[in-house]
């Protein structure tokens, strides 16, 4: 990593409360010294929201044209491979710096924002976008920001922009509005415990929804990875599950939301004219927060078809609850 890109560094030693000034003082740099960056927040001023009440549920709407490029993106293997990883640091705009993390990531300031604090972090080598691997640093990541931020991951066959690279990404802690109701009583339902972490699901909640709460790190990762195996059993599958997880840290209590996913896109993704729903789901809509770079589909969401997308793109909840038994 160049000394050009550094704008500061976080090892294990430095105190939290560092880490969470130098996001803070990144953000207000890029925007000033890096015009896409710049341009990108200021245009979350014009962005329009609105609530739909599912049954049982709410979901928010975010009509956010500069969410084009992330909606469309191309993300299978031809298209990968035909162009250059934007998240390898020399493809990096010249303007663009971060933080140094643990020597083995490094927190950017996301040009197109969901939210008025969003970042990206990479791994300083360009490696595949898997989430085992990286549970140690997740997990890290996750309490170093929590009082302020939370992270969440998108799998690479499930919204992630960039499937050749590791990364997860990080956003104002409640800004997913599935991290408000995991923590509402009146939901949750619990499976079982497991040692120091409860599982739990959500109910009435329009998609099945794994919530894994620990206060012990290295077995909320054992955990984890017996889920990974469990539906990889379940699924008959080799390669990693397709799901989105959002992770929390709170009062000495990691927080993890997971859904398992059954496909990336919906059909109507793929039609055309009027019949085309641009609604690319990732950890941040099936959270609860759909995002619509277009504003005719932005007027067009309604209570069946929100209902109909999480039906489509998620697992069936007999289905998870299979694999969530698994994990015993």
């Known amino acids: 990593m160049t000394s050009r890109r550094i704008f500061s560094v976080h090892s294990e030693s430095t105190p939290r409360a560092e880490l969470i000034e130098a996001c803070k003082n990144l953000l207000d740099d890029q925007r000033r010294s890096w015009p896409q960056c710049g341009e990108g927040y200021a245009a979350l001023e014009s962005i329009r ?7 049982g549920f709410s979901v928010h709407l975010q009509f956010n044209p500069k969410r084009i490029v992330s909606t469309g993106a191309k993300v299978d293997a031809a298209a990968i491979r ?25 927190i950017l300031c996301n040009p197109a924002p969901i939210f008025h604090q969003h970042f990206t972090v ?62 509402d009583p009146r939901r949750r339902k619990k499976f079982f415990d497991r040692g120091s972490t409860a599982i739990l699901t959500l109910k009435e909640y329009g998609r099945p929804t794994l919530v894994f709460e620990s206060t012990d790190a290295i077995e909320l990762k054992v955990i984890v990875r017996r889920l990974l195996a469990a539906a990889q059993q379940v699924l008959g599958i080799a390669d990693e599950p397709m799901l989105n997880a959002i992770c929390t840290y709170r009062d000495g209590v990691w927080r993890l939301i997971v859904f398992l996913r059954s496909k990336h896109r919906p059909e109507s993704y ?35 078809t929100v209902e109909n997308l999480f039906d489509e793109v998620c697992l069936a909840p007999q289905v998870v609850e299979q694999i969530a038994g698994l994990i015993q």
Do not use: M
């Open 82 to 106: 035909q162009r250059l990883c934007f998240l390898c640091e020399d493809n990096l705009p010249a303007q663009q710096r971060g933080i140094l993390y643990r020597n083995e990531f490094l």
């Open 49 to 55: 929201v609105k609530e739909i009440a599912c049954r």
């Open 270 to 304: 793929f039609k055309e004219g009027a019949e085309q729903l641009f609604v690319s789901p990732a950890a941040v809509d099936i959270g609860g927060l759909i995002v619509t770079p277009r504003e005719q589909d932005f007027e067009r969401l309604d209570v069946p």
């Open 122 to 183: 990479s791994l300083t080598r360009h490696q595949p976008q898997v989430w085992e691997p990286f549970l140690d640093p997740f997990f890290a990541l996750s309490k170093d920001l929590g009082p302020i931020y939370s992270v969440f991951y998108n799998g690479a066959k499930c919204g992630a922009s960039a499937p050749d690279h590791a990364h997860v990404q990080v956003c104002p802690k409640d800004a997913i509005p599935v991290e408000k109701d995991a923590r």
